[in-house]
T-cell receptor, first 117, second 109 residues
C-alpha cells in the first residue's frame, strides 16, 4: 500500500533553533499534503494544507512565518519550525492523498515528536 | 471550527464485547472516514463512508452515517486486546480534512 515516510521521528532542540521535518510519499504522487499537530491525548489539529508548487494554505491561528511549509515536488513536503520555543513541543504528523484519489483515504506518516528545551 | 466531536472520550470494555463510538460534525461533507492511532504513532485508515451511503461494513467494523443528524457511528464487534487504540473520525469538505476529538478505546484481555 501507499507509504508516507516522515523524518525525523523524534527531535530534541534548544529554544531559539529551527527544526525541519520531512514528509515523503514513497510510492505515489501527492499533489497535496496536510500537516497536523497533536497534543497528548488530544485530536489532530490541521495546521496547513501544502500544495505542490504553490504556497501553503494555513488554518486560522497558525503563524505561517513560524511554521514554514515547502512542497517543492510531488513526493516531498517539509515543515520548518522556526525559532522554536518550549510551547512548540508537540507531535507533528503529515499526511498525503494520492493524486486523483480525491484525498481518500489519506496516508499518514508516523509522526515527529518535537521537544524544545 | 469544523472539528467534529466524538463520544465517549474514553471507553473500556472486556475482550469479546462490542465497542461503539460516535462522531458528530458541523458542516456538509463529501465523505466521512474513521482512523485508528496507536499511542505515539501515525494514523491508519479504517473505513470510508460516502455522504450518499448509510451503512458500511469491513470485517469486524460497521459504520453508519446519518447526514440529517450530521453523525456517524463506528462499531467494532468481538473486540480484541489489539484493538486498544484511539479512534478518530475525519470529515472531508473540499480540500481540507478535519478530525474529531477522538475516542480512546481500551480492551481488557
Amino acid at each position: 500500500g501507499a507509504v508516507v515516510s516522515q523524518h525525523p521521528s523524534w527531535v530534541i532542540c534548544k529554544s531559539g533553533t529551527s527544526v525541519k521535518i520531512e514528509c515523503r510519499s514513497l510510492d505515489f504522487q501527492a499533489t497535496t499534503m496536510f500537516w497536523y499537530r497533536q497534543f497528548p491525548k488530544q485530536s489532530l489539529m490541521l495546521m496547513a494544507t501544502s500544495n505542490e508548487g504553490s504556497k501553503a494554505t494555513y488554518e486560522q491561528g497558525v503563524e505561517k512565518d513560524k511554521f514554514l511549509i515547502n512542497h517543492a515536488s510531488l513526493t516531498l513536503s517539509t515543515l520548518t519550525v522556526t525559532s522554536a520555543h518550549p510551547e512548540d513541543s508537540s507531535f507533528y504528523i503529515c499526511s498525503a492523498g494520492e493524486r486523483g484519489g480525491g484525498w481518500s483515504p489519506l496516508h499518514f506518516g508516523n509522526g515527529t515528536r518535537l521537544t524544545v528545551t | 471550527s469544523q472539528q467534529g466531536e466524538e463520544d465517549p472520550q474514553a471507553l473500556s470494555i472486556q475482550e469479546g464485547e462490542n465497542a461503539t463510538m460516535n462522531c458528530s460534525y458541523k458542516t456538509s461533507i463529501n465523505n466521512l472516514q474513521w482512523y485508528r492511532q496507536n499511542s505515539g504513532r501515525g494514523l491508519v485508515h479504517l473505513i470510508l463512508i460516502r455522504s450518499n451511503e448509510r451503512e458500511k461494513h469491513s470485517g469486524r467494523l460497521r459504520v453508519t452515517l446519518d447526514t440529517s443528524k450530521k453523525s456517524s457511528s463506528l462499531l467494532i464487534t468481538a473486540s480484541r486486546a489489539a484493538d486498544t487504540a484511539s479512534y478518530f473520525c475525519a470529515t472531508s469538505t473540499g480540500n481540507q480534512f478535519y478530525f474529531g476529538t477522538g475516542t480512546s478505546l481500551t480492551v481488557i484481555p
